[in-house]
Nanobody, 116 residues
Framework: QVQLVESGGGLVQPGGSLRLSCAAS????????MSWYRQGPGKERELVAA????????NYADSVKGRFTISRDNAKNTVYLQMHSLKSEDTAVYYC?????????WGKGTLVTVSS
């Protein structure tokens, strides 16, 4: 059974930091590119960051470049999103995504609220 379980969300003040984790099971994690998406209130889901299966390449949305870092540990079947200098506009549900040709899996999301 495929599972992607996000954790690490919560309430943080503007300028603060959080680290999200996504624990994967039920599939060959190291064969999948991994991404973080988010969906803010009243907004469409958008790609935040992505990392290739071996972790050798990453890409980021312009809105988070220099503030967020995606990484993965294939030995632990886990992908991370380190977030710094958080802004109110980063408030969203953050979703983990696993992808390879013809296959895509989603987690249920973790809520990040940036507010004073």
């Amino acid at each position: 059974q495929v599972q992607l379980v996000e954790s690490g969300g919560g309430l943080v003040q503007p300028g603060g930091s959080l680290r999200l984790s996504c624990a994967a099971s039920g599939f060959t994690f190291s064969s999948y590119a991994m991404s973080w998406y988010r969906q803010g209130p009243g907004k469409e889901r958008e790609l935040v960051a992505a990392i290739t299966s071996a972790g050798g390449s990453t890409n980021y949305a312009d809105s988070v470049k220099g503030r967020f870092t995606i990484s993965r540990d294939n030995a632990k079947n886990t992908v991370y999103l380190q977030m710094h200098s958080l802004k109110s506009e980063d408030t969203a549900v953050y979703y983990c995504n696993a992808k390879r040709p013809l296959m895509k899996y989603w987690g249920k999301g973790t809520l990040v609220t940036v507010s004073s």
